[in-house]
T-cell receptor, first 111, second 113 residues
Framework: DAKTTQPPSMDCAEGRAANLPCNHS???????VYWYRQIHSQGPQYIIH???NNETNEMASLIITEDRKSSTLILPHATLRDTAVYYCIVRVNTGGFKTIFGAGTRLFVKA | NAGVTQTPKFQVLKTGQSMTLQCAQDMNHNSMYWYRQDPGMGLRLIYYSASEGTTDKGEVPNGYNVSRLNKREFSLRLESAAPSQTSVYFC????????????FGPGTRLTVL
């Protein structure tokens, strides 16, 4: 699975969009980009995933660059409850069963 | 529909004691996982089970054993607990082989003195 690089922490004002970047320059053609988040003391929560097209669901949007070497998770109107650690993971969908969660980005949403 | 449940929520052990962490799911998923998370760190895979009756090692299996006796339950056993095993343990399931969408339990906070 491709390695990902994320900033260790970010701040965002409540009500504003939070844009979380992820670099995955060694991504392969069949690898998907997944995002999870972990709110303090809870289990991680799936947010969104995509291959090459931009994706949107009720939680967030995922923007993947044309060369697929980086992506951005967008929380359109961040709330205090979005304060969490966000993990970007790159892996094939039909590959093995192991998922590696790195250190992620700690997002602080401030009032 | 409880999703993924874990017991106990908290546990304190003395060095050398044994215990079993329980995980159960009602999502009818084939794949189940055990992770540990140390303070300020990401998650590391201990063991996983692709289906009932099968298990395989993850990144950090030493000191642990697992059992997948049926589709619903996946247990993690510490035979002789060590302080290095102080951590938060998460169980997870995965919907199907073709996706990496995992669903996590609330975690078990284990302290080994």
């Amino acid at each position: 699975d491709a390695k990902t690089t994320q900033p260790p922490s970010m701040d965002c004002a409540e009500g504003r969009a939070a844009n979380l970047p992820c670099n995955h320059s060694t991504i392969s053609g069949n690898e998907y980009v997944y995002w999870y988040r972990q709110i303090h003391s809870q289990g991680p929560q799936y947010i969104i995933h995509g291959l090459k097209n931009n994706e949107t669901n009720e939680m967030a949007s995922l923007i993947i660059t044309e060369d697929r070497k980086s992506s951005t998770l967008i929380l359109p109107h961040a709330t205090l409850r979005d304060t969490a650690v966000y993990y970007c993971i790159v892996r094939v969908n039909t590959g093995g069963f192991k998922t590696i969660f790195g250190a992620g980005t700690r997002l602080f949403v401030k009032a | 529909n409880a999703g993924v449940t874990q017991t106990p929520k908290f546990q304190v052990l003395k060095t050398g004691q044994s215990m079993t962490l329980q995980c159960a799911q009602d999502m009818n998923h084939n794949s189940m996982y055990w992770y540990r998370q140390d303070p300020g760190m990401g998650l590391r895979l201990i063991y996983y089970s692709a289906s009932e009756g099968t298990t395989d090692k993850g990144e950090v299996p030493n000191g642990y054993n697992v059992s997948r006796l049926n589709k619903r339950e996946f247990s993690l056993r510490l035979e002789s607990a060590a302080p290095s095993q102080t951590s938060v343990y998460f169980c997870a399931t995965k919907r199907e082989r073709g996706t990496d969408t995992q669903y996590f339990g609330p975690g078990t906070r284990l302290t080994v003195l």
